[in-house]
């Protein structure tokens, strides 16, 4: 029966996989989402430190989840791996950058002796927490935007330009992109910590700065929806592969994808349902539904990006060096091989939850900090 | 295309990638060994009950914790370096090389990751028995990401389990199996983990030597002894043992990192090993290298060939005789004949794509055939990455750091199986805190063990230059396209970063243990 898996389908499967990664690494930054706030939110040290106790018990699951998806697209799509990483260096390598000094910002920061001072550590929890999510906002949206590339008859990547990634910046659609994902996570941020703290002043002031989050996010998104569905995107010849301009392209990428358009609406409903809930009616359970609304959203932005004869990382330099999820892939072998690695993912999926809720059975408030040994 | 490549851009995008792997280096070699060694200890807890070994195994946790964060940022710098400065090489063998890196992620890192968060948080919220099991799940799951990481780094060595595709331009892999039990891949696996088993117990017994000089922690610091002594000696005499095997697996499929790191110029047979020497140049030259030379040296007669051919008249070839051949002793192809067999399948690489280019369907596809032909693949293409060479000489990697680096690392770790066996035997006698002088030993084993343990991978990488992919890409033609000095740049960014990251990292851990035990 696996014989008769076609190339076509492993590709789909694999890119399906790539969106659902992605869609779940955005939600698990609501890590950094809180991190952007820790010098806003708290009222005094100790909120301060109950807030990062509670970020900094998930902050590996974000970062195991972010390894996972480079590893994931390396191994399925190879040709974007080395062409966005190889040209656009300097996006990736200032992502990177924000990343390593989260990795030991959280246990360095308050034990004795660690020469670069808490303030510093605190610094770069705030700078990955506010640079990570906005670049990779900014980098997803050259996936509907293009960047200034071309492969050679080896494939290999020439950049177009000497900026290497940065000229991202210059295109407005990228950089609300960037603050969507930005705002997005702060208000993750801002619920998940409502949810785990037993600190009545903490989460007061956590949905104050909810419903600013909230409205920002709300105006950037409008802006880069409509300007996606007005503009014109990448299309794929199906006979040929060559790939042209199309009018309203993403627009009936959704119309001719009722299951997207459906998973897309669903998951923006989520995440306006757990603002209101937060907001308007107290509730502490908020961050579920925008969780997983956060999920289906990205999980179907992905899919309209890469499916219905869409290039995902298209050049607007050289058209026909797009990247398509066709022409980028692993090879029939390798996309099945590794087709039989991902049924772990579910198990995988069940103890990470399982594991999750072993540790969060208690919210976190002073008592509980001070009754544990491993405090950040 | 590659023709004309920027040096500096080549050596400084090496550089950081050195940077990175040798940062990275430092902090997972503790994390492979020291979650057993808590592990260990935390069974005895839960066994026996005792509250002393639950105190022990925290203190040890704590510095485990110290440690892991600080591998975990040095260690996704490596994966994405991959893409950002070798974005040739990423495209060349993605399809197999991309597959490990894959799999360690989902298989293994999350298993390490997850369970971290549970022994660190979970000591009052989960029951003993789920404790226990999540610190033994952290130490597999280390071990397993070593596995994959290790699969992906022994296919550079000794590429296996793949085809050639003319139309993407790329390997493709064929055979997983081949890819996972390549032999390199159970060599290195083995070897390395086991010598990352003896660093945290060199560790332990250097950290627990300090606690007796200073009269603290008696009990905690006996018992760390033992436990380390006992996992420390067993991981050596396998260090050992695996080492050997990865010696002639190595002069099996890299004959020439082979004969640098025993600066075996002049094949022979009777060959003898050098167990010590220092070098010097020499006034001959091969090419442009000058060619190296014993000052002094200590020899085992006949030892290298009875250790790679079986017996003492085995031939071992040297550098020269790989480098021009020698038909008479060796049948191994010389780099000149694999040079001018390299261009060919260049040369055969390069009609194809003008043959597509102007649509002749009918040459292309003769020239297609050629590559799944088994002659062209055994006799050609096999040798690719030689035809990007300029010279023969270009295929020597640096044969001083080779050599030292070796006979460092092996010097180092006999050293290391005598420090274990006595430190297990004091201990066994009771006798241990009589013995100053060894006490203090076992504290100056401790940078010893990190520098033995940092030679060997930098034998390992530095000796197979040029070769990013042994005989199939050499570093240059593998590197991305952008500035040196924008890889300049972020080489300081890095070197900076990490440098001030390592004396936050060695200050906290001090202070950690200058402290001792919580409660």
């Not at chain 1, 298209?314 to 022409?327: A, E, G, K, Q, V």
């Not at chain 2, 000489?393 to 006999?414: K, R």
């Not at chain 2, 199986?417 to 006698?429: D, E, Q």
Request: aromatic fraction near 16%; charge should be neutral.
């Amino acid at each position: 029966m696996i014989t008769l898996i076609s190339y076509s389908f492993l590709q789909s499967y694999w890119w399906i996989i790539i969106s659902l990664l992605g869609a779940l690494l955005v939600f698990l930054m609501f890590v950094q989402g809180g991190q952007s706030m820790i010098f806003s939110l708290p009222a005094n040290e100790k909120q301060k430190s109950m807030m990062v106790n509670v970020l900094g018990r998930k902050w590996e699951f974000t970062f195991t989840t972010l390894v996972t998806f480079g590893g994931a697209f390396f191994a399925s799509f190879p040709l974007f791996y080395a062409s966005s990483f190889g040209g656009a260096y300097w996006v990736w390598i200032a992502i990177l950058f924000s990343f390593i000094i989260q990795a030991i910002a959280y246990e360095y920061r308050s034990k004795p002796a660690n020469f670069l001072g808490r303030k510093t550590f605190d610094t770069f929890l705030f700078i990955n927490g506010a640079l990570g999510p906005f670049l990779i906002g900014v980098a997803v949206a050259t996936f509907f935007t293009g960047s200034q590339f071309s492969l050679n008859f080896m494939n290999n990547v020439q950049w177009a330009n000497h900026w290497h990634g940065l000229e991202a910046l210059l295109d407005a659609r990228n950089v609300a992109l960037g603050l969507v994902v930005l705002f997005l996570v702060k208000c993750n941020g801002s619920m998940f910590i409502i949810n785990s703290v037993n600190d009545e002043d903490l989460i007061n002031r956590s949905v104050r700065k909810l419903i600013v989050n909230a409205v920002a996010f709300l105006v950037f998104f409008l802006f880069f929806v409509i300007s996606l569905l007005l503009s014109n995107g990448f299309a794929v010849d199906n006979v040929t592969g060559n790939v042209a301009m199309e009018k309203y392209k993403y627009f009936f990428n959704l119309l001719q994808m009722p299951v997207v358009l459906i998973l897309f609406l669903a998951g923006v409903a989520g995440v306006l349902y757990g603002l209101i809930i937060t907001i308007f009616r107290g509730s502490r359970k908020g961050i579920w539904f925008s969780g997983a609304g956060t999920v289906l959203t990205v999980f179907s932005m992905f899919l309209v990006a890469g499916f219905n004869g869409t290039a995902f990382y298209p050049s607007t330099y050289d058209l026909n060096s797009s990247l398509t999820i066709r022409n980028a892939s692993s090879s029939l072998f390798t996309l099945k091989t590794m087709m039989y690695v991902s049924f772990i993912i579910p198990f995988v999926m069940w103890y990470i939850w399982y594991a999750w809720k072993a540790i969060s059975r208690k919210k976190i408030s002073e008592e509980e900090l001070s009754g544990e040994d491993h405090v950040y | 295309m590659i023709e004309n490549v920027d040096l500096s851009l080549v050596d400084w995008s090496r550089a950081q990638f050195a940077l990175t792997a040798m940062y990275h280096w430092i902090f997972v070699p503790l994390t492979l060994g020291l979650s057993f060694i808590i592990a260990i200890m935390e069974t005895v807890y839960f066994r026996t009950g005792k509250e002393e070994w639950k105190r022990m195994t925290r203190f040890w946790m704590t510095l485990f914790g110290i440690n892991f964060a600080i591998g975990m940022a040095t260690g996704i710098i490596l994966e994405f370096e991959f893409g950002t400065n070798w974005s040739n090489y990423s495209w060349f063998v993605g399809d197999i090389f991309g597959a490990p890196l894959a799999i360690e992620g989902i298989l293994a890192f999350f298993l390490e990751s997850t369970f971290v968060a549970v022994m660190f948080f979970g000591w009052n919220k989960v029951s003993r028995k789920f404790h226990l099991a999540s610190t033994w799940l952290v130490a597999i799951g280390a071990s397993l990401s070593a596995l994959w990481i290790l699969v992906a780094n022994a296919w550079m060595q000794n590429p296996v389990g793949m085809t050639f595709n003319p139309e993407t331009a790329r390997n493709e892999m064929t055979d997983f199996w081949a890819v996972l039990f390549n032999p390199v891949a159970i060599d290195t696996f083995s070897h390395t983990v086991t010598s990352g088993f003896l660093l945290a117990s060199v560790f332990v017994l250097g950290v627990s030597a300090w606690f007796l000089l200073k009269k603290r922690e008696e009990w905690l610091a006996k018992k760390s002894i033992l436990v380390s002594g006992i996992f420390g000696l067993a991981s050596s005499l396998i260090v050992a043992f695996t080492g050997d095997n990865s010696a002639r697996t190595i002069a099996e499929h890299q004959p020439l990192k082979f004969a640098a790191f025993e600066a075996h110029y002049n094949g022979k047979s009777n060959a003898g090993l050098v167990a010590a020497g220092i070098l010097k140049d020499s006034d001959q030259k091969l090419g442009e290298k000058t060619k190296k030379d014993f000052i002094l040296k200590i020899e085992i007669p006949g030892f290298l060939s009875i250790m790679t051919g079986g017996n003492k008249d085995a031939y071992v070839p040297g550098i020269e005789d790989l480098l021009y051949g020698n038909a008479e002793e060796t049948k191994i192809l010389s780099v000149v004949e694999r040079m001018e067999r390299g261009k060919y399948a260049r040369e055969v690489l390069m009609d194809y794509k003008r043959a597509r280019m102007t649509n002749d369907e009918e040459q292309g596809n003769i020239i297609k055939a050629m590559f799944n032909a088994k002659d062209f693949i055994d006799n050609y293409f096999r040798y690719f990455g030689y035809g990007f060479l300029n010279k023969p000489e270009d295929a020597i990697p640096n044969v001083s750091i080779a050599f030292y680096t070796f006979h460092l690392m092996v010097m180092l770790g006999f050293f290391f199986i005598l420090v274990c066996s006595l430190a297990l035997f004091f201990s066994y006698r009771g006798i241990i805190t009589k013995h100053k002088w060894f006490l203090w030993i076992l504290i100056i084993s401790v940078p010893l063990v990190y520098i033995a343990s940092q030679s060997g991978w930098v034998l390992t990488e530095m000796g197979r230059q040029p070769w990013i992919i042994q005989d199939m890409m050499p570093v240059s033609a593998a590197v991305s396209q952008i500035g040196a000095g924008s890889v300049i740049t972020t080489f300081i960014l890095f070197a900076v970063l990490f440098t001030a990251l390592l004396f936050a990292e060695v200050s906290i851990m001090a202070k950690q243990i200058k402290t001792g035990p919580k409660h």
